[in-house]
């Protein structure tokens, strides 16, 4: 994980480097730091803890420079201490930020410290600043000793390196992790993603993988993995700042909750666009999906639980066999492909490591075609897919995911209506009936975030306990489940999720006065069976918390608690429950006084093993 960024200007870049940090901190959190150019030498300020705790350090050392990197870490190779925190400094020469796995770092340390290096951290990137260093000071170029050092690293990169004697220059390289270029007046940046650039500037460049570049003041050069120059695309990103803002919210979890009607009509509006037909899925679509036997979904976290969701549509809506698995046990077994199967994967970020290397392995099994169902443009799993639909949630800052999943529920959904009516499973009224309950879906997601202060009452009554069980069936199982893992995620309260026909199989010993049971029962045809579930916990003396639709006719008892979200929207049914499971979470977790942005041990984009 781990965020970079870097600066060039006429300038003092250590504010816009400190402003693009705390942009960053979503992607890890254990320490931050930043190194410039002063005069000259190289100075350095790093700390343990967040951003603001090194922002802080750097104003009392009254910390300036024209050209600087930082960082912001989630600690892979060595424990979150000062000295394994970023930038990494060669012989006071060489200041490095790096951003990925170097698999061959034990290797080269050993090799380096023939040649004399000394080592002050357990990190991997250690080695990037000394091997630079000793190619740069046996007369290299710095770009040519950048150029030569990462051509000699097997693993994942995005690094940003200054040298003490180059203050006219910066610069990068990446390979397996996101890296990009910004384009100021005067000025130019490198930076893991947009949103820590775009107070300075809105035109970026994507690195391509192997690409090395050098950035001046005034330009950048770049060469591609063959050593070639290369020329990249500029875009001009759309990123507002106020999506990265939290204005009158207290955390972007709950910004995010609430955005989650405007992010589903946004994305239901791209639905609406091309209808329930394969443009939807890229220009390639209309030759792909007619092809396709069935339809093997790949995916990490709640990203996974969007593909279980989907399962049941895909099946149901239209007729096509679903597979879904989670992605870091799919790519280490010897999975059987069929060409004809649709490789689908689901990831927000589409930097998942997991699902990336999931991908490719899927690919190296001959699958022929891929669809990336993600919500960052330019991001690598979109790139090495064929088919793509982009869910327009907006930045998605919180840890937790909120409205990235219902949104790309949306997608799955229009997946499933649109391979059901290539299939003849979907008539043309069936299609103006999804289409309906689709256009009806914020407002009921509205409804459902009417709950909030219901909901708020039950979670002081969470908020004590140490357990918690989701109950859901059919449809809404994977809603249980992703009710449970945003509650372990961010209460730190032990949470596990069952089909509610499951319980009787072994989790119904668990159940006693001090373990809540939430349960997921909308108005479905199932309803019946979870009511008779729902009586074995009470029977055990469980107390149930229970979502249930206004349809669902349950009524308050001892022991019974119920919040009724909207009335039965059909098969849509398990995005609306998705509300109340999220807000649950969230403050049961306000109420446990946890970091709701930033739980322990996590960061957003795990591009990581
Ligand atoms: C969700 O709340 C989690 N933070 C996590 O499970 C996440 O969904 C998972 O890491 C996958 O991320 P992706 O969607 O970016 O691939």
């Not at 400190?18 to 000259?40: I, Q």
Request: hydrophobic share 40%; proline share 4%; net charge negative.
């Amino acid at each position: 994980m781990c965020g970079i960024v870097g600066a060039i200007a006429a300038r003092n870049v250590v504010p816009v480097l400190v402003d693009g940090l705390k942009r960053l901190e979503y992607r890890g959190y254990d320490s931050a730091g930043v190194a410039v150019l002063a005069g000259d030498a190289i100075r350095r300020v790093r700390r343990v803890g967040r951003v603001a705790e090194m922002e802080n350090a750097a104003a009392e050392e009254s910390l300036q420079g024209q050209v600087g990197i930082g960082h912001t870490r989630w600690a892979t190779h060595g424990g979150v201490t000062e000295p394994n925190a970023h930038p990494h400094v060669s012989f006071g020469k060489i200041a490095v930020v790096h951003n990925g796995i170097i698999e061959n770092h034990e290797e080269q340390r050993e090799r380096l410290k023939g040649l004399g290096y000394a080592f002050e951290s357990q990190t991997d990137t250690e080695v990037i600043a000394h091997l630079v260093h000793h190619y740069y000071q046996a007369g290299d170029s710095l770009f040519d000793a950048v150029k030569r050092a990462s051509r000699e690293l097997t693993g994942a990169y995005a690094i940003g390196v200054i040298a003490v004697d180059r203050p006219d220059e910066l610069v990068c390289a990446r390979m397996g992790c996101p890296l990009l270029v910004g384009l100021g007046d005067g000025e130019n940046f490198i930076a893991s993603d947009v949103s820590a650039i775009v107070s300075a500037t809105r035109r970026v460049i994507f690195l391509e993988e192997g690409d090395i570049g050098r950035l001046t003041r005034d330009g950048v050069e770049l060469l591609d993995k063959d050593d070639q120059p290369a020329q990249r695309p500029v875009h001009v990103s759309d990123v507002s700042l106020a999506s990265l803002e939290l204005g009158p919210y207290s955390h972007f979890m709950q910004k995010e909750i609430h955005e989650q009607p405007k992010a589903l009509s946004d994305t239901i509006d791209a639905v609406q666009d091309y209808g329930f037909n394969p443009e939807l899925f890229g220009e390639r679509a209309g030759e792909v999906l007619p092809k396709l036997e069935g339809v093997k979904i790949l995916a990490c976290g709640t990203s996974y639980y969007a593909g279980l969701t989907a399962k049941y549509w895909i099946e149901t809506i239209a007729g096509v066999q679903c597979d879904v698995e989670i992605a870091s046990e799919y790519r280490y077994r010897s999975a059987w492909a069929n060409p004809n199967y649709l490789v689908t994967t689901i990831s927000q970020s589409g930097e998942t490591l997991d699902t990336m290397e999931a991908l490719k392995y899927a690919k190296e099994l001959g699958h022929r075609y891929a669809l990336s169902i993600c919500n960052v443009r330019e991001s690598a799993i979109p790139r090495a897919s064929e088919l793509v639909f982009f869910t327009r949630a907006g930045a998605e800052i919180g840890v937790a995911s909120t409205k990235a999943f219902t949104t790309q529920l949306v997608g799955l959904f229009a997946l499933a209506v649109t391979l059901g009516k290539m299939r003849g499973k979907v008539s043309a009224a069936d299609e103006a009936r999804y289409l309906d309950e689709l256009r009806h879906l914020p407002g009921s997601v509205q409804h459902a975030l009417n709950l909030e202060p219901q909901i708020k009452a039950w979670a002081d009554k969470f908020a004590a306990k140490d357990n918690a069980l989701f109950l859901g069936r059919g449809l809404h199982f994977p809603i249980a489940l992703e009710g449970a893992l945003k509650l372990k995620e961010i209460s730190y309260i032990h949470a596990e999720a069952y089909p509610a026909g499951e319980l009787k199989h072994g989790p119904l010993a668990l159940v006693d006065e001090d373990m809540p049971v939430v349960v997921i029962a909308p108005n479905d045809t199932l309803l019946e069976k979870v009511k008779s579930n729902m009586q074995e916990v009470r029977a055990r003396g469980g107390e149930l918390f229970v979502f249930a639709d206004l349809d669902s006719h349950f009524s308050e008892s001892d022991g019974v608690h119920v919040i009724r979200t909207p009335r039965h929207v059909g098969v849509l049914s398990p995005v609306v429950h998705a509300i109340p499971v999220q807000m649950l979470a969230y403050h049961v977790a306000l109420a446990r006084g946890t970091d709701v942005d930033k739980p322990r041990n996590l960061a957003k984009s795990v591009t990581v093993e």
